[in-house]
């Protein structure tokens, strides 16, 4: 087995327990997923298994290290050889080519003397061909970032692999690479998703509750129809049970009207028994009285009692409906106007890791040719004589090769550089666009993201979807359009509207508050607290998680957090501005936005590579971007 969990429980510190028990084993080589509602601790138990947390009680065992790509990358101020954590071989690599004696260098290259050439293959298969090695990750987005960390599979070659909604902000082409990839991998792989064409791709699907994990043999499909048969099934017996219930009490009330009767019938006639006799007779009648009553109700809270048992195994089915009227704004009205807008990333190196050059080759060369005539004199035992001559032939085999690719990159980089001439040459005309004409000559690291100003203009009663591969700028794109980002070149004129803007990390839920306090945050109608809290509890936040932070939730569940705030306002946005809105959420919270943004009827602008999700909420316009192609 690559990965057994045994009796593994998991709380947060003065929390109740996340789950409990959960027992589970992963043979080699078996592409698994977890699934189950936000909240139930999906993340948490890959990070156990990861390393990342420890168990409250149990044990984890893997076969190897696990590679493991979390949900969230909120990793900054690093290379992407620091991010890859090849940045120590990189190092002792071109420490090597330059001529250093440090034997320590080659303990941690450890003979890996195609890392440099193999990380290059892996971006470049993932989409990632203009990154390079010290990239800072800063000034890549989400989906570089994702595919950045796939391409780690590729260069690490892990034998258990790790992944956390992989295809969260992910475009069409990535999805299919990682689909063929999880495909013909030989790893274990065990995928935390939402997405159904993935989840169809792995062999068994295990469902995590607070009560521990449930296997299923078989993918999403196989797991939902199963699902079906044990929800029907559970159906039949509630109904059982209501039947039984209603019996129950039907025969109870029965009971006691025929005692009450005869009680009634005794009162008439105790003038004809015997005074001795009456004592005794009505202690008898109270007493068979007493006995079929508690028969009775011992039968109802049995029977209420296997109710609520199975009750609590249905699917909760979540209240919260965003029902928003219709905007005050008049279809066809000019809310955006965007002339020649484009932007500009600064694209500067973050570490000065030093690029190798054909002199310093050649150097390097001679200093490893003079080392090796001085090993050969006998200056070290013979069998380390041997070890470090077998290195250092590699090394020079490598060095030669090396210089080639050199040689290739200095042609590329002679390429980009007239591209920027011809760029800074050319097309600009305004004022406004002349300085920028300035400042680009000035500062070469910086790029204008699209090849082409845009000129856009939204008008009232659309429904865009803006598409684009991953880095063409659409994140960028939103964020000038609300104003958080200036445009570097052209102007933006906004009309008067209100807009909510949801970006992917859910910053409108404020993680320093309480889910109670951020709801009274929004409760601009002064609706009282027990309405709150009903609003709350609808949307599947009971009573123990009024007074949590909200930082502890998960995507998901700040998404449908969020959502309930905006249906406690009541206030109607113009706009509905959303950034891959469908990353994190589990398939209720999934159905639940789908649904209020279908039924929405302002105007809707989003980003999202959920295919499906894009299509039920009925869009009626497409604009995609196409970045620049030195930036991709």
């Not at 990380?119 to 595919?147: M, Y």
């Not at 080392?371 to 001559?389: M, R, V």
């Not at 004409?437 to 009663?461: C, F, H, V, Y």
């Not at 445009?487 to 910053?507: C, H, M, N, R, W």
Request: charged share 30%; hydrophobic share 30%; aromatic share 6%.
């Amino acid at each position: 087995m690559s990965i057994i969990l045994s009796g593994v429980s998991f709380h947060y510190a003065n929390q109740q327990p996340l789950f409990e028990s959960v027992n589970l084993s992963v043979a080699t080589g078996r592409k698994v997923s977890v699934i189950g509602n936000n909240g139930t601790g999906k993340s948490t138990l890959l990070k156990l298994i990861a390393g990342e947390l420890t168990p409250s009680s149990g044990s984890i065992r893997c076969a190897s290290t696990p590679y493991y790509i979390p949900q969230q990358i909120g990793i900054t101020g690093i290379s992407v050889s620091q991010a890859l954590n090849v940045s120590d071989k990189i190092e002792a690599l071109h420490a090597i080519y330059e001529g250093s004696e440090k034997y320590e260098y080659y303990d941690i290259l450890a003979d890996d003397w195609d890392i440099e050439s193999r990380c290059r293959t892996a971006l470049d298969d993932w989409g990632l061909p203009k990154v390079e090695l010290n990239t800072p990750i800063d000034s890549l987005s989400g989906g570089e970032k994702t595919k950045l960390f796939l391409a780690g599979m590729s260069i690490h070659r892990p034998s258990v692999i790790l992944l956390d909604e992989p295809t969260n902000h992910l475009d069409y082409k990535s999805r299919r690479k990682l689909y063929e990839f999880i495909s013909h991998s030989g790893a274990t792989v065990m995928v935390v998703s939402h997405e159904v064409t993935l989840l169809n791709l792995l062999e068994d699907t295990y469902e995590l509750s607070p009560k521990g994990v449930k296997r299923y043999g078989g993918n999403y499909d196989f797991y939902k129809t199963q699902k079906e048969i044990e929800e029907q099934a559970l159906n039949q017996q509630i109904n059982a049970e209501e039947t039984a219930l209603r019996l129950a009490r039907k025969k109870a009330k029965e009971v006691n009207e025929r005692q009450e009767k005869r009680s009634r019938q005794g009162e008439k006639n105790k003038d004809q028994v015997p005074r001795i006799m009456k004592k005794t007779l009505k202690d008898s009648r109270e007493n068979t009285e007493a006995k079929l009553k508690d028969k009775h109700t011992a039968i109802i809270e049995q029977n209420r009692q296997r109710l609520a048992d199975l009750r609590q195994k249905q699917n909760v089915a979540c209240e919260l409906k965003l029902d928003f009227e219709n905007t005050l704004l008049h279809n066809g009205k000019v809310l955006i106007s965007a002339h020649r807008i484009n932007f500009r990333y600064d694209t500067g190196v973050l570490l000065q890791e030093k690029p190798l050059d054909i002199r310093s080759q050649n150097e390097e060369y001679s200093h490893l040719k003079e080392d090796n005539d001085n090993t050969a004199a006998g200056n070290i035992t013979s069998q380390s004589e041997g070890q470090i001559q077998s290195k250092e032939d590699k090394g020079k085999e490598h060095l030669q090769e090396k210089t080639l690719d050199i040689e290739n990159r200095n042609e590329e980089h002679s390429h980009l550089k007239e591209d920027n001439d011809n760029t800074a040459g050319g097309n600009i005309t305004s004022q406004s666009e002349e300085r920028i004409q300035s400042k680009e000559d000035s500062a070469t690291t910086k790029a204008l993201l699209w090849k082409n100003p845009l000129d856009i203009e939204i008008r009232s009663g659309e429904r865009i979807h803006l598409k684009g591969d991953n880095g063409s700028g659409k994140t960028t794109l939103l964020k000038l359009f609300i104003g958080e980002l200036p445009p570097s070149t052209g102007e933006i004129i906004k009309a008067d509207f209100s807009f909510v803007y949801l970006d992917q990390e859910y910053s409108k839920v404020e993680t320093s508050r309480t889910l109670l306090e951020l709801a009274q945050t929004y409760n601009h109608r002064s609706l009282p607290d027990h309405e709150l809290k009903l609003r709350l509890h609808r949307a599947l936040f009971p009573k123990e998680m009024w007074d949590k932070p909200c930082h502890v939730l998960s995507g998901g569940e700040r998404m449908r957090l969020y959502l309930c705030c905006l249906m406690i306002s009541n206030q109607i946005p113009d706009v509905f501005i959303l950034d891959e809105p469908t990353n994190n959420l589990d398939l209720l919270s999934l159905q639940i936005l789908t649904s209020t943004i279908k039924n929405y009827r302002g105007t809707v602008l989003i980003v999202s590579h959920d295919q499906r999700f894009v299509e039920e909420i009925g869009i009626t316009r497409v604009m995609e971007l196409y970045a620049h192609a030195d930036n991709q």
